[in-house]
């Protein structure tokens, strides 16, 4: 088993490889999962591929990206989260995703929270976005619960808007 970067009451957190494509696949191949995410539509298998690929280079390069989570008492992947820079952009943006059957569960803002911690103590991040569909009130919620605040909305070059939200890292944050 690779090891862990974090650990939580109910999460195991760890980096992701080739052999989790098909776990990977089962998320971001979801047609109902992804509707709010990009243009709504899912992810094939060799995309998979390539972002775990990309991930990887993340992890040489920044030392962080996206990452398994994995149930604690089964060590099923359940999902995926983690601290990116989307299309090349310089400040670090939290992107999260899991298995359909897992929502509703507290379990992405558990992540979510765990990782702005861990991004804050080993990387001294200090500051991070999320985008959020302003559709989407699961998603929002998940990040306000995880401490994040919505800002101005921003407008995309299609003309939709994304709801943003940021934050930033507590004098305590740092004292971890």
């Given at each position: 088993m690779k090891p862990l970067i974090i650990e939580t009451a109910r999460l195991r957190v760890r980096?992701?490889?080739?052999?989790?494509?098909?776990a990977m696949f089962d998320v971001y191949g979801d047609a109902e999962a992804m509707r709010w995410v990009d243009d709504g539509s899912p992810i094939t298998r060799a995309e998979c591929e390539e972002w775990i690929r990309v991930t990887r280079k993340n992890?040489?390069?920044?030392?962080?990206?996206?990452?398994?989570?994995?149930?604690?008492?089964?060590?099923?992947?359940?999902?995926?989260?983690?601290?990116?820079?989307?299309?090349?952009?310089?400040?670090?943006e939290i992107k999260y995703a899991l298995k359909r059957e897992f929502w509703g569960k507290g379990l992405a803002t558990e992540a979510v929270k765990a990782l702005l911690a861990w991004g804050a103590d080993c990387f001294g991040i200090n500051h991070v976005i999320a985008?959020?569909?302003?559709?989407?009130?699961?998603?929002?919620?998940?990040?306000?619960?995880?401490?994040?605040?919505?800002?101005?909305?921003?407008?995309?070059?299609?003309?939709?808007?994304?709801?943003?939200?940021?934050w930033n890292a507590s004098p305590s944050d740092a004292d971890r």
């Open positions: 980096r992701i490889g080739p052999e989790d494509v098909n992890y040489e390069v920044r030392g962080y990206g996206m990452f398994a989570l994995l149930d604690h008492e089964s060590s099923e992947i359940i999902g995926f989260c983690g601290l990116v820079h989307p299309g090349g952009q310089t400040g670090v985008t959020v569909d302003p559709e989407n009130k699961a998603s929002q919620r998940v990040l306000l619960k995880a401490g994040l605040q919505a800002v101005d909305p921003r407008t995309n070059d299609d003309g939709s808007i994304t709801q943003v939200f940021e």
